[in-house]
């Protein structure tokens, strides 16, 4: 069954400094990839997809996530942190079963505090 | 462009109370998500609506059930409420019909109590 590991429960980062959040997908097929960012008691918003080709992917708000399929991960990254991004986290993997649909599975989620 | 709108943002509901939240998708978007977010499940599918057809439908007991109308409106609907239905529930719409990106609504914070 398809499913998005992301590794990392709670990560704190000073503000400026680098940040990478790790995903790892179980997938058969040409996955279609995803980050969400959700802010306390928001919904979700969408940082950057992936579908196919490039394997880097840039998103708003300065991130991007690199694809890699020999380790079935797909890593978002930001060089540097501003204090608004601290939310949590979510990468996504919408799943083929071989008909129409637009459903997700879900990681658990990384939260990110931001030190100043 | 205005985007997913879900009422209520919260809602106070005793046990064995239903319940029916609303979603309005962004205009022109056909398919309507629905998931629940809790603190120990994390983010889990309900159901998928598109032209008022259910797709697909995730691992919930049958107290939980939805529809869509002719202008892509969902609604989703949960009886016999239990305190464990308690959580953040998440409207996404998406344009057409294949794994295409979702945009998520606000939620409607449902307490059971």
Known sequence: AQSVTQPDIHITVSEGASLELRCNYSYGATPYLFWYVQSPGQGLQLLLKYFSGDTLVQGIKGFEAEFKRSQSSFNLRKPSVHWSDAAEYFCAVAPNYGGATNKLIFGTGTLLAVQP | ?113
């Not at chain 2, 959580?87 to 979702?102: D, P």
């Open chain 2, 1 to 113: 462009k205005a985007g997913v709108t879900q009422t209520p943002r919260y809602l106070i509901k005793t046990r064995g109370q239903q319940v029916t939240l609303s979603c309005s998708p962004i205009s022109g978007h056909r398919s309507v998500s629905w998931y629940q977010q809790t603190p120990g499940q994390g983010l889990q599918f309900l159901f998928e609506y598109f032209s008022e057809t259910q797709r697909n439908k995730g691992n919930f007991p049958g107290r939980f059930s939805g529809r869509q109308f002719s202008n892509s409106r969902s609604e989703m609907n949960v009886s016999t409420l239990e305190l464990g239905d308690s959580a953040l529930y998440l409207c996404a719409s998406s344009l057409g019909t294949y794994r295409l990106e979702a945009f998520f609504g606000q939620g409607t914070r449902l307490t059971v109590v």
